[in-house]
């Protein structure tokens, strides 16, 4: 079946460090993956997008990398500030033609003062 | 932010009974989509538009349907509301199916 799955359990980190967020997926094929970012009663808005055929993509202090052999996708949060706690959510094209986004459950990120 | 307006807010509702929730956008999309979020799930799509009067199902379609008569609204309706579409539930827009989304802040929707 088709799964993307996130870190289940929150992650915490002390301010400064480098945040490191896992994106899985089982039997998709994507064209590309897109971050997004929530926070409580809100709707998620868009960090990064990065296609098939490009590794990495960067954005201020956020990277992603994609690798479609592992079929995994990893988002950074470099020098991160008690602001960038968040619920973080992973997507992807579910192909076949068909038009929307899947998301994954997202991972609560805490960054600790 | 973009320009993405959803009403209302927050609604309580019986079981059986129609509602509809609206999405107004002001920034000329052609993409409009709906979403529903519930705890232990991923955000689902439940249906979404690619231009006026053209739309498509998600992955959650049943028990839901969806008008786009104008560029700029996009109703969700469920005819006769179940206590399993107690949601929140959110509405994005796209300039095209590949770019990014952009989201509403949601209508929390509790059915009693």
């Known amino acids: 079946s088709q799964k993307i799955e996130q870190n289940s359990e929150a992650l915490n980190i002390q301010e400064g460090k480098t945040a490191t967020l896992t994106c899985n997926y089982t039997?998709?094929?994507?064209?590309?993956l897109q971050w997004y970012r929530q926070d409580p009663g809100r709707g998620p808005v868009f960090l990064l997008l990065?296609?098939?055929?490009?590794k990495e993509k960067r954005k201020e202090r956020l990277k992603v990398t994609f690798d479609t052999t592992l079929k995994q996708s990893l988002f950074h949060i470099t020098a991160s500030q008690p602001a960038d706690s968040a619920t973080y959510l992973c997507?992807?094209?579910?192909?076949?033609?068909?038009?929307?986004?899947?998301f994954g459950k997202g991972t609560h990120l805490i960054i600790q003062p | 932010d973009a320009g993405i307006t959803q009403s209302p807010r927050h609604k309580v509702t019986e079981t059986g009974t129609p509602v509809t929730l609206r999405c107004h956008q002001t920034?000329?999309?052609?993409?409009m989509y709906w979403y529903r979020q519930d705890p232990g799930h991923g955000l689902r799509l439940i249906h979404y538009?690619?231009?006026?009067?053209?739309?498509d199902k998600g992955e959650v379609s049943d028990g839901y349907s969806v008008s786009r008569s104008k560029t700029e609204d996009f109703l969700l309706t469920l005819e006769s509301a179940t206590s399993s579409q107690t949601s929140v539930y959110f509405c994005?827009?796209?300039?095209?199916?590949?770019?990014?989304?952009?989201f509403g802040d949601g209508t929390r929707l509790s059915i009693l």
């Open positions: 990065i296609r098939e055929n490009e």
């Open positions: 994005a827009i796209s300039n095209d199916r590949n770019q990014p989304q952009h």
């Open positions: 039997n998709y094929s994507p064209a590309y």
């Open positions: 997507a992807l094209d579910p192909g076949g033609g068909a038009d929307g986004l899947t």
């Open positions: 920034e000329n999309h052609r993409y």
């Open positions: 538009s690619y231009g006026v009067k053209d739309t």
